[in-house]
């Protein structure tokens, strides 16, 4: 049965009353649903630009990256990374797990969620952007780190909601702007294909890491 990331993520890490960053925040909708669950939250974007998208008057946003966050040394209790570690330099992608562990207290959560390669879905956003490789390496990433110690993985299906090809348009160019191009280009079988596609999940897998 699917289940939204939020109530994984709910589950594993109590959040109410505790300071959490969500980096990699896209639109906000995660700090957001967040905020509903009680926790006080701050999320990081890579750019002036990212983080006007994402604020709505409400909510706190900073400048930042992945691997060099814009916080203080153990001043959150819980770091969250949802689909975005595979989208940091695949040679930062250690870096950014350490940082997580710089600015957790002593015993704070990372929670990194990333999408498992496999399905329908997948294999059309590969049409535009072939992502195998660099989701491989962010669960090695996540294997090999010594800044955190691993507690607990969770795999799921995430429900999508994709209630058109604008809306499929969005989600795949927001990951990255410099997918536009080619999307533009791929438009006529992207959307023959997405007019086929049987899918209403997305496969991904959660892992609970702690500050020592």
């Known amino acids: 049965m699917p ?15 505790r300071e959490v960053v969500d980096v990699g925040c896209g639109n906000g909708a995660l700090v957001r649903a967040l905020a509903a669950r009680g ?6 974007e890579v750019s002036d630009e990212a983080v006007a998208r994402a604020q709505d008057g409400e909510h706190r946003f900073l400048v ?13 209790d ?15 992608m250690g870096a950014a797990l350490a940082e997580c562990a710089r600015v957790l207290r ?34 090695e990433a996540i294997a090999a780190t010594t800044a ?20 499929f348009r969005r989600l795949v160019v927001s990951a990255d ?15 023959a294909r997405f007019a086929e596609l049987d899918e209403d999940t997305s496969p991904m897998r959660a892992d609970l890491l702690r500050r020592p």
Do not use: K, W
Not at 78 to 92: G, N, Q
Not at 115 to 129: H, I, K, M, Q
């Open 64 to 76: 930042g990256s992945a691997d060099a966050l814009p916080l203080d040394d153990a001043s959150v």
């Open 39 to 44: 926790a006080s939250v701050v999320g990081i």
């Open 106 to 139: 002593p015993g704070g959560a990372a929670y990194v969620a990333e999408p498992l390669y496999r399905g329908e879905f997948n294999a059309l956003v590969a049409l535009v952007d072939d992502e195998r490789e660099v989701r491989a390496l962010a669960q």
């Open 177 to 191: 702007p410099a997918r536009a191009e080619r999307f533009a280009a791929l438009e006529g079988e992207l959307a």
């Open 148 to 167: 955190l110690v691993h507690e607990r993985t969770v795999e799921y299906d995430s429900p999508l909601r994709l209630e058109s090809f604008d809306a």
């Open 3 to 17: 289940r939204a990331d939020i109530d994984i993520l709910a589950e594993l890490v109590p959040l109410r009353g």
């Open 78 to 92: 819980v770091c969250v990374l949802m689909r975005s570690l595979h989208h940091v330099p695949r040679d930062r």
